[in-house]
């Protein structure tokens, strides 16, 4: 007997007739545990990689690929008509074509031309079909249309082909469907022909071959950073340093580092020309002077003492040798104390740092560090300052990139 619908939102998941339809299982287990009531719907094509039967066992809904099931009920019109989102992954170039030129000759294509909620295009294709001039022209007709369309991954493809086509994470495509269902707005294209660079994650000093001082961070709010930027048409380079073992997102030049000393170096020669550097890293403020060649042993007695000195302020030199379009963002994790509370310290820093604009979160326990979600003031150096409200760090992403986007001046 089949399960009564959930009560959540309800998402239809298009697959199309490529390889990387085994992934989007994943998408649709992510999808469904997370309470979304999710409608598979396959081309022909797709069946031949997945079967109906494990995608009707995962979503708990009837599969079907023809517009002659369920007639009734209308079915090749309703799907769309019912849907807050429709996600399709993976999009073949077939596919894309289809929609391009409004064809619909099955269930998932008359979908997509009664679809009035945001439809996410996730491509998988080999590199020489992304790359075709035909291919791209579909492309920028759907986001011409408002279907958001992010560009995919690199990596192995079928056999034993490398290059551009991979289908992004699976991860990453629930996060963006996650963003679009709380914020259909989130996803524009106003960041095309724009060069950001992102940082992330916690730098490490190291004390002796074994230890190190370091921080709390995980790099999740840099990576959502970079995530969302690549999806709103943005080249994005990620400078990152240690992370909880966090997928490059789809589209993202990614450089890593593991000291503030390496961070600094890596953000200034790739910021230096680039529209706009968003410093999300959490970037050790001082380092031992001195690395202890062997490990430090354990002694009678108490310790001998860590001499730290500073690393460098990072951001106050990016906003030192800035040019004058562009845009540097910092972040400030803050705690309030006996002289001031989180945000009388971050008006401080903001004016000490001078940066266009300020990301302040509070910390403590449970709080921005090594969690999935996060809350939020956005300060800007004229003066504004907007609470971001508790949710997804995506969408404390796309809150920080519509206030980019407003002060870009093309």
Not at 30 to 56: I, M, Q, R
Not at 177 to 185: C, E, F, G
Not at 390 to 398: H, I
């Amino acid at each position: 007997m089949a399960r009564e619908p959930r009560s959540g939102t309800r998402v239809v998941l298009g697959v199309g007739g490529g390889i990387a339809a085994y992934k989007t299982c994943e998408v649709l287990r992510g999808l469904t545990e997370s309470g979304h009531d999710v409608k598979v719907v396959p081309t022909a094509a797709a069946l031949n990689f997945v079967g109906a039967a494990t995608f009707e066992a995962l979503s708990g809904n009837p599969v079907s690929t023809g517009v002659f099931s369920n007639v009734p009920e209308v079915e090749h019109v309703r799907t769309g008509q019912q849907a807050d989102l429709v996600v399709v992954a993976p999009a073949t170039a077939d596919l894309l074509a289809k929609a391009a030129n409004g064809l619909a000759d099955d269930l998932l294509t008359n979908t997509l031309l009664t679809a009035r909620c945001p439809v996410a295009f996730f491509p998988a294709m080999h590199t020489e079909m992304w790359e075709h001039p035909a291919t791209q022209a579909n492309v920028a007709t759907l986001r011409q249309r408002g279907a958001i369309v992010p560009d995919p991954d690199s990596g192995r493809l079928t056999g034993v082909d490398t290059g551009k086509g991979r289908l992004a994470d699976p991860a990453e495509i629930i996060d963006l469907a996650q963003l679009l269902l709380a914020n259909p707005d989130a996803l524009p294209r106003d960041l095309t022909g724009m060069h950001v660079v992102v940082s992330a994650g916690g730098t490490r000093e190291p004390l002796d071959p074994v230890r190190y001082l370091g921080n709390r961070s995980s790099g999740k709010q840099g990576y959502a950073l970079a995530r969302v930027a690549a999806a709103r048409g943005a080249r994005v380079t990620l400078v990152a340093a240690h992370t909880v073992s966090l997928p490059t997102p789809a589209g993202v030049d990614l450089v890593s580092v593991s000291t503030a000393a390496q961070l600094r170096d890596a953000v200034i020669e790739v910021g230096t020309a680039a529209d706009v550097v968003v410093m999300a890293a959490a970037v050790a403020d001082f380092r031992p002077s001195e690395l202890a060649q062997y490990k430090i042993k354990k002694t009678d007695g108490e310790p001998a003492p860590v001499v730290l000195e500073r690393n460098a302020d990072v951001l106050a030199e990016l906003v030192r040798h800035r040019r004058p379009e562009q845009i540097i963002v910092g972040f400030a994790a803050e705690t309030g104390d006996g002289t001031g509370d989180v945000l009388h310290h971050a008006r401080a820093k903001l004016r000490r740092k001078g940066s266009d604009l300020l990301v302040v979160n509070a910390v403590g326990e449970g709080q921005a560090f090594e969690v999935e979600d996060n809350a939020g003031w956005l300060l800007a150096a004229n003066g504004d300052e907007i609470q971001i409200p508790f949710g997804s760090k995506s969408q404390l992403a796309a809150a920080v990139w519509d206030a980019v986007a407003s002060l870009h001046q093309p």
